[in-house]
């Protein structure tokens, strides 16, 4: 498992959106295929729209950039 993983683990179960949300994205910025980068994208985007977090436009922007919302 990778460092990355074990934080996301943690942060669910710590149920910490905030870092949810960054951790997710940097998901996406490491993700080599475009199946991944949607799904990672998507989570960030979800946890940041639940919390009115002001990356909600800038990871809506990046799925759009990706086709993944039309």
Do not use: C, N, W
Request: hydrophobic fraction near 40%.
């Amino acid at each position: 498992m990778s460092d990355l993983d074990q934080r996301l683990l943690e942060a669910h179960a710590r149920q910490d959106h905030a870092a949810l949300v960054t951790l997710y994205s940097e998901a996406a910025e490491m993700s080599e295929d475009e199946d991944s980068r949607g799904f990672y994208l998507t989570h960030a985007y979800i946890f940041a729209l639940e919390l009115g977090h002001p990356a909600a436009s800038t990871l809506h922007g990046k799925l759009k950039a990706t086709g993944r919302e039309e």
